[in-house]
């Protein structure tokens, strides 16, 4: 049998075709948190620890549908052929379905235990009141999360990424518009402060998710409009996608939970510190969202030539992948090794919180090759089959190295604020390492009889 080739310049050109609009798609999403949390960088560090507090909660929401919408993905891309389409809708619609579901059940588990949930991170009144109040809200965001992450996988599947992208620009204007208006009480709004920045992230999440379904089954060109679901009444579908977006939802919740507990351990360094950190987190995913992209392309891609079995296919696409993340995220690396000030300005006016964020970023910034890599690697990995690797892949950087040397060097040995910042950096690195071990000693990059 002939083996096929591919003109490595061809297969690039497909690549960035498909992962430039997966990059701003990216970005537009996270420049939404980016601007509102500058925002609010603004007021006081009381409300900047209150709406951060909240983020770890939430954040493990997001994690959670963006797992289900990995699994949605790798499902869907394997049976994208025009003849398969059917199976696509039908994937799409159990999903959404189970996922709204799932996200009522979190809602009201979050909205009646909310306090108790809150009261780990801080004994402070003030910060406890407002961080209850800001959640309340925020949480109602869930079955939106989950219908975009449903809806982001169905057309990025299928190939086509620029749709996402342009819900991102809604999304993101909607958030930035109304945030400005409602944190702080402009053109005859109420001045909400935090709490406007949770309304204005619940409507503009809602707006997205309807424009969403609209584009996917609109009859003019929706993506589901010419075919009905494909398959039986059953959940066989649903069921491969949790099977492989579970593993990748706790990949990240573990991070999320870590995160939690590495809140606690900041905030012991006082409010200051921990709105430094919050706001510096942002400005590193803003940063690192091109990369970013390229990881998300790579589930889609590999799944696409797996699905296919084509070996050489599957092949180059690794290559090519794996190569443009590398660039991309030494790019990232030198901006915010060189200009975190810049980062943080934009973040905030308070000089003290800009100089501790300053010193996170320049140690997040030699880590930026590493953490990333570890994204493309690890979604070759998930759509070979092995997916339930990068999951315990994670589970080891977090549990066997972030949070028990964070815990040993604040409560223990007492040391000052960077070495938190390290015990992230080894994390990543660690990962990354164990990722490459994994990738080469599984072999994700061959399909064995093609």
Not at 28 to 52: H, K
Not at 179 to 202: H, M, N, S, T
Not at 401 to 411: G, I, M
Request: aromatic share 10%; net charge positive; hydrophobic share 50%.
């Amino acid at each position: 049998m002939t083996e096929k080739v591919y003109d490595p310049k061809l297969v690039r050109k497909q690549i960035f075709l498909l992962i430039i609009p997966v990059m701003l798609e990216n970005i537009f999403q996270m420049s939404a948190g980016f601007i509102s949390a500058a925002m609010v960088g603004r007021l006081s560090p009381m409300l900047i620890s209150a709406q951060g507090i909240c983020s770890r909660i939430t954040g493990i929401l997001w994690c959670l549908f963006k797992g289900i919408g990995v699994g949605a993905t790798v499902v869907i891309a394997k049976n994208r052929d025009e003849s398969n389409m059917g199976r696509c809708r039908k994937t799409f619609e159990q999903t959404c379905t189970t996922g709204l579901i799932l996200s009522g059940v979190l809602i009201v588990v979050l909205f009646y235990f909310s306090p108790g949930i809150l009261k780990f991170f801080t004994d402070s009144r003030d910060t406890l009141k407002i961080a209850s109040d800001y959640l309340k809200i925020a949480v109602l965001t869930a079955p939106f999360l989950l219908i975009m992450s449903a809806v982001t996988a169905a057309f990025q599947a299928c190939g086509n990424t620029k749709t996402p992208m342009y819900i991102a620009v809604v999304v993101n204007i909607i958030n930035v518009a109304l945030g400005y208006l409602l944190i702080y009480g402009k053109f005859g709004f109420p001045r909400l402060e935090v709490i406007g920045a949770a309304v204005a992230l619940l409507v503009s999440q809602a707006c997205g998710a309807f424009m969403g379904i609209y584009l996917l089954y609109n009859s003019r060109n929706g993506l589901f409009s010419t075919v009905s679901s494909d398959g039986e009444n059953d959940l066989s579908f649903v069921k491969q996608v949790y099977a492989i977006g579970i593993p990748a939802a706790f990949e990240n919740i573990f991070w999320q939970i870590s995160a939690i507990i590495m809140s606690k351990i900041i905030l012991s360094y006082g409010e200051l510190t921990f709105a430094a950190y919050q706001l510096g987190l942002q400005a590193e995913m803003m940063s690192e969202m091109p990369a970013v992209g390229v990881g998300i392309a790579s589930t889609s891609l590999t799944a696409y030539a797996i699905g296919k079995k084509d070996g050489p296919l599957l092949k180059i696409y690794s290559k090519q992948l794996i190569a443009t993340s590398a660039a991309i995220s030494m790019f990232s690396s030198l901006l915010i090794i060189i200009f975190p000030g810049i980062f943080m300005d934009i973040c905030t006016n308070n000089p003290d919180i800009k100089a501790i964020g300053i010193n996170y970023l320049i140690v997040m910034g030699f880590i930026q090759v590493p953490q990333n890599l570890s994204k493309v690697l690890n979604g070759t990995i998930r759509s070979a089959g092995h997916k339930n690797i990068p999951m315990i892949i994670s589970f080891i950087g977090i549990w066997a190295v972030r949070v028990p040397l964070a815990l040993l060097f604040t409560y223990v040995l007492k040391l000052d604020i960077m070495f938190i910042w390290f015990c992230m950096a080894i994390d990543q690195i660690v990962k990354f390492l164990l990722s490459l071990a994994i990738f080469k000693i599984k072999k994700a990059d061959v399909i064995a009889d093609y």
